[in-house]
């Protein structure tokens, strides 16, 4: 019989590691972000936080819904060309800030994917997945018909899960701006809650922890931004819509990079 060491991959091991749904880190991204930034009530904000994260210390009613589409590879070079359809999601993201011993960062709310690999990998990762499809604006330089993505050009993204429409919005591109110039949330760094309940009814989590995310060979690419909209529609399902709209403060369309090597343990309930 072979021991747990024997058995090969990185979730879930086997005696191969082939049917691994995921593949070795280091774990490399790259992403189309379609953002719609609003204010919410700072005391539903707060309510996702477990001590000891606290509301972040610049804007603690700030929501994002961020619509994007994802690249991804893991240890495998090749996969491009030998499992392509391993390479790419869809994905709609609500991110709130934080702040962890007096450092702000970035928190994920809530996440609907439409890959497998994608959602038992933030699973690992901390991020809180779930199985839905997103659809955005996707425009290419070489249809006639399409207009040249910047500004004048419109975009709009929505989630759907189980049969449901959950969110969809929306901006209107105004100006090219600098990365630098993307809401500051986006640009933090990743403290995520890793959860795994226990199947004794009485036992404690398995799992239960606060990370943060480390990336390396960040790389930005266009950024824009104008007025932005987005409506949350109610489902028995789900509970996005606890953190109503107030404010909305703007559109933004970026795209992004970076390699994901780890996560380090700032706290242990478990």
Not at 39 to 62: G, R
Not at 167 to 190: K, S, V, Y
Not at 212 to 221: S, V
Request: charged letters at 20%; proline letters at 8%; one cysteine or more.
């Amino acid at each position: 019989m072979p021991t747990l060491s024997d058995l090969k991959g990185f979730a879930y091991p086997s005696p191969t590691g082939v049917s691994s749904v995921v593949g070795n880190m280091p774990w490399h991204f790259a992403t189309e972000h379609l953002c719609i930034a609003y204010e919410s009530n700072p005391e539903a904000v707060a309510a996702y936080l477990p001590e000891p994260l606290q509301p972040s210390k610049n804007n603690p009613a700030q929501v994002i819904i961020d619509f994007g589409k994802w690249y991804c590879l893991w240890d495998e070079p090749d996969m491009p060309t030998i499992n392509p359809e391993r390479t790419w999601y869809n994905e709609t993201v609500i991110w709130i800030g934080c702040s962890y011993e007096g450092q702000d960062a970035r928190f994920c709310v809530q996440t609907w994917v439409d890959k497998d690999f994608s959602m038992v990998r933030g699973m690992i990762m901390g991020f809180n997945k779930k199985i839905g499809e997103t659809y955005k604006t996707t425009y290419h330089p070489l249809n006639p018909g399409m207009p040249k993505m910047g500004p004048g050009a419109g975009l709009s993204g929505y989630v759907a899960s189980h049969g449901e429409r959950l969110m969809q919005g929306g901006m209107q591109i105004e100006a090219e701006i600098p990365f630098a110039e993307i809401p500051e949330l986006m640009r933090l760094g990743q403290i995520n809650l890793r959860y795994f309940p226990s199947m004794d009814p009485s036992g404690k989590p398995s799992v239960c922890e606060l990370i943060q995310l480390e990336a390396t060979d960040i790389r930005t690419g266009c950024a824009f931004t104008g007025p932005g909209h987005i409506d949350l529609l109610s489902s028995r399902l789900e509970e996005h819509t606890n953190l109503e709209v107030r404010n909305v403060t703007g559109g933004y369309y970026f795209e992004n990079g970076c390699t994901i090597t780890g996560g380090k343990v700032l706290h242990k309930w478990v």
